[in-house]
């Protein structure tokens, strides 16, 4: 079983826990497991050991709980904190939440560029939402980044490609705003970086 799909399983077993009855021992739930020492370690104080130790998926997934506000306090700065560790490591989950949070202001100051950049570096690795949101902005430009619709519309058609039925529809009425030149540069993928 790989860490993502480790840490996804402890948020899972986490969250069915929180609706059972609390009277119940953890143990017997099967949501806790014995330390080395003998005691009993919860699965977000789990979660949370490997999140200390560097693990990437620990990390966004303990983000991810602070964001949402299960099984912790809903704490958007302690969210962000764990989104960007884990960013940083190159998590392409991680580096689009970022990206989420910069474009929307939410526990960061709105900041459209990087917003962007979060965007591109999970997009480069193929992930569908950051490419659907990165071709967004290119599309009409932000607070600091220029409208690029030859690089939007690269963006688009590839989270349409990976099965975004609204990234090919907006690709679709880009196109139309698009010359010749334009659109097979964006279909060869041999488009001048962003500046």
Not at 22 to 49: C, K, N
Not at 89 to 101: E, K, P, R, S, V
Not at 140 to 153: E, F, I, K, L, T
Request: glycine residues 10%; hydrophobic residues 40%; charged residues 20%.
């Amino acid at each position: 079983m790989n860490n993502r799909t480790l840490g996804l399983c402890i948020i899972a077993i986490f969250v069915a826990s929180c609706s059972s009855s609390p009277s119940r021992p953890l143990l017997q739930e099967g949501l806790a497991q014995p330390s080395t020492r003998g005691a009993v370690v919860s699965p977000i104080r789990a979660l949370h050991s490997l999140a200390e130790q560097g693990n990437i998926e620990a990390q966004f997934n303990l983000g991810l709980l602070y964001d949402q506000g299960r099984g912790l306090p809903k704490d958007k700065t302690a969210a962000l904190r764990w989104y960007r560790r884990a960013a940083v490591q190159g998590d392409m989950f991680a580096q689009n939440a970022l990206g989420d949070n910069y474009w929307e202001g939410t526990g960061v100051p709105k900041d459209d560029r990087e917003a962007a950049r979060w965007w591109r570096l999970a997009a480069d690795k193929g992930f569908v939402p950051a490419q659907h949101s990165l071709g967004k902005i290119l599309a009409g430009g932000g607070q600091g980044v220029s409208a690029d619709r030859p690089q939007a519309y690269m963006w688009l058609m590839l989270s349409a490609a990976q099965g975004d039925e609204e990234a090919g529809r907006q690709g679709d009425l880009l196109s139309k705003q698009l010359k010749q030149a334009e659109m097979t540069n964006a279909k060869s993928g041999s488009l001048p970086e962003p500046a």
